[in-house]
């Protein structure tokens, strides 16, 4: 356990208790970085989605739509690069979330899951992991206000390409 003005860092804990998750959401500096845990009960994210700052738990390789909503409720910086897979369900309660996504470590995606990300409110989304996108996503009627980042992208077809150019204000494809 690491913890200085700035930021906090739990190492090798894979589970929080209760009183510790409480605790967190008192911390008074800019980021949390719990990318040891491998679950986040719903619960333990209502108690730390106070915080203000930035968290990472990239140890997470899932997490389900309640989870997600209890994050989300405040504007902030959230990296999830653990998570592997994305259902649809759990893509859509990323909607209004107003702050910075992380979401690296997909490398691929459903077409429904993409559209819903794609619908985000934040900021920035980073989807760096994907390779492709999905086939026949279609991008949302009301075009985003946010930064899309795909720099993992090694294709991209010219129906994905004018799909990405009715999104966010800005797409980013280094990887091409």
């Known amino acids: 356990m690491k913890e ?6 739990l190492t090798g804990v894979h ?7 409480s605790n967190l959401a008192n911390f008074s500096g800019r980021k949390i ?10 619960n333990h994210a209502k108690l730390i989605a106070d915080f203000p700052g930035r968290i990472e738990l990239n140890g997470l390789t899932t997490i389900d739509p309640a989870t997600i909503t209890e994050l ?9 690069n ?5 259902p649809d369900s759990t893509a859509k309660a990323f909607k209004k979330f107003k702050g910075f996504l992380g979401l690296d470590g997909l490398e691929t995606i459903s077409s429904d899951a993409f559209q819903h990300l794609l619908e985000f409110g934040g900021k920035k989304l980073r989807l760096n992991g994907l390779k492709k996108l999905p086939d026949g996503f279609i991008a949302p009627k009301t ?4 930064k899309l980042e795909l720099d993992g992208l090694i ?13 966010g204000d800005s797409v980013l494809l280094n990887g091409l």
Do not use: M, P, V
Not at 4 to 9: A, G, L, M, S
Not at 33 to 42: G, W, Y
Not at 82 to 86: A, F, M, T
């Open 82 to 86: 653990g998570l592997k897979d994305l």
């Open 72 to 80: 989300t409720k405040t504007k902030r910086i959230l990296s999830l």
């Open 143 to 146: 075009r985003g206000t946010y």
């Open 33 to 42: 970085l719990l990318n040891d845990l491998q679950t986040l009960s719903e």
């Open 155 to 167: 294709e991209l077809s010219e129906q994905g390409a004018q799909e990405l150019a009715k999104t």
């Open 15 to 21: 589970q929080l208790d209760d009183a510790f998750a």
């Open 4 to 9: 200085n003005k700035d930021y906090f860092e």
